[in-house]
């Protein structure tokens, strides 16, 4: 898995030479982490910038209520929305976090305004402005390793 999340077009020849196991059997062990639900999809990278995204920002989302029907709302409101790349319902002082990919400021503050503040589930904003993003190909291993079976 953690050569696939690094290089997720690697051929199944070359995965199987990287982690030394046959082709049949690399593709047999792909082919059941699959259908495992373990490996969820394989995306592009793009760069935002290619598209003009000039600015990204995470803004912190407080709703007025935490009503069931309120989060469901808003989650399906900021999916829609084509600004909005990533989700996060999280635990804390804010209800979501959403890492968005705007033109530039005056989009940002457009966005802000129509399509977060005027929500009636909505209480409170906060916009952070995202100056680098890195991610790490590390994969966490938090079983034991002698639970292979338990997969």
């Not at 394989?42 to 910038?49: G, S, T």
């Not at 989302?61 to 009503?67: E, K, S, T, Y």
């Not at 999916?79 to 976090?97: I, K, M």
């Amino acid at each position: 898995m953690r050569e696939l999340r690094n290089n997720a077009r690697l051929s199944n020849k070359e995965l199987s030479a990287r982690i030394g196991l046959s082709q049949s059997s690399t593709l047999v062990r792909v082919r059941s982490l699959e259908a495992a639900g373990m490996i969820l999809g394989y995306h592009a990278e793009i760069d935002p910038a290619c598209l003009g995204v000039g600015l990204q920002a995470m803004i912190s989302i407080r709703l007025r209520l935490h009503a069931e029907k309120d989060v469901v709302a808003f989650r399906k409101h900021a999916l829609s929305l084509p600004e909005v790349v990533l989700l996060y319902h999280v635990a804390g002082a804010n209800d979501f976090l959403a890492h968005v990919w705007v033109r530039d400021t005056a989009h940002l503050r457009e966005l802000a305004m129509t399509s977060f503040t005027s929500r009636d589930e909505v209480g409170h904003i906060e916009t952070g402005l995202i100056f680098e993003h890195s991610q790490s190909i590390e994969l966490p291993e938090f079983r034991s390793k002698g639970n292979d079976d338990e997969r």
